[in-house]
C-alpha cells in the first residue's frame, strides 16, 4: 500500500521562527511536491521536485524553500515563518512513467500549522 | 494563462439526487485531467482519471466524468448520491505546474 507521511498532523509557531516541514514516501517515487491549501483557493503548488537535490518552483514559492537530499524525502521550510503562512500544508508524489512525470498524485494526510 | 476552473464552489444536494460538478480546462497540447476527493479529516485521493481514448471515464464509488474536448470540459458525475458523498472535490490538470481547480464542496442532507 502506497504511503506518504508527514511529520506533524499539527504545528503551531510563532512569527519569525525557522518551520520545517518533513515528508517521507515508500514508494520510489521520483517526483514530490509541497502544495498548501486554502479555503476558496484549492490548492496552489508551491515547489516541486524532479529528483534527488533537484527543485523547482511552483506558483507561490515566496518565503518558503525546500530541500531534497534522499529521494524518499522532500523537506518544506519556512525560513521566517508569517501569520499568512497559517494553512494547511499538503505533500504528494509522483511516479515518473517513460517521460511522463504529470500522473497520479498520492497524498499525505496534510499539516496544519498556525503561526501566531 | 492556463488554468483549471471549477465553477460551483458549494453544491448542496439531498440523498438520491444526481451530482454533475463542472470543470473546465484552459490549455491545449497534451490533456490529461484528473478527480481528486477529500472526504473530511482525510487525505486526498484520486477517483477518476483520463489520459486518452474513451472520453467516458469511470472512476471509485460511482462515479464517471466525461471528457469533451470541443468544451474544454471534463465534468464529474454521479446518478445518485449518498451521505457520504459529503467532500471537497478538486480537478486537475497536467500541465505546467499540475493545475487544481479551486475545489467544490459538496454537502449531501440525509
Known amino acids: 500500500d502506497v504511503k506518504v507521511t508527514q511529520s506533524s498532523r499539527y504545528l503551531v509557531k510563532r512569527t519569525g521562527e525557522k518551520v520545517f516541514l518533513e515528508c517521507v514516501q515508500d514508494?520510489?517515487?521520483?517526483?514530490m511536491f509541497w502544495y498548501r491549501q486554502d479555503p476558496g483557493l484549492g490548492l496552489r503548488l508551491i515547489y516541486f521536485s524532479y529528483d534527488v537535490k533537484m527543485k523547482e518552483k511552483g506558483d507561490i514559492p515566496e518565503g518558503y524553500s525546500v530541500s531534497r537530499e534522499k529521494k524518499e524525502r522532500f523537506s518544506l521550510i519556512l525560513e521566517s515563518a508569517s501569520t499568512n503562512q497559517t494553512s494547511m500544508y499538503l505533500c504528494a508524489s509522483t511516479p515518473l512513467v517513460g517521460t511522463e512525470p504529470y500522473n497520479e498524485q498520492f497524498f499525505g494526510p496534510g499539516t496544519r500549522l498556525t503561526v501566531l | 494563462a492556463q488554468s483549471v476552473s471549477q465553477h460551483n464552489h458549494h453544491v448542496i444536494l439531498s440523498e438520491a439526487a444526481s451530482l454533475e460538478l463542472g470543470c473546465n480546462y484552459s490549455y491545449g497540447g497534451t490533456v490529461n485531467l484528473f478527480w481528486y476527493v477529500q472526504y473530511p479529516g482525510q487525505h486526498l485521493q484520486l477517483l477518476l482519471k483520463y489520459f486518452s481514448g474513451d472520453p467516458l471515464v469511470k472512476g471509485i464509488k460511482g462515479f464517471e466524468a466525461e471528457f469533451i474536448k470541443s468544451k474544454f470540459s471534463f465534468n464529474l458525475r454521479k446518478p445518485s448520491v449518498q451521505w457520504s458523498d459529503t467532500a471537497e472535490y478538486f480537478c486537475?490538470?497536467?500541465?505546467?505546474?499540475?493545475?487544481f481547480g479551486k475545489g467544490t464542496k459538496l454537502s449531501v442532507k440525509p
Open positions: 486537475r490538470g497536467s500541465q505546467g505546474n499540475l493545475i
Open positions: 514508494m520510489d517515487h521520483e517526483n
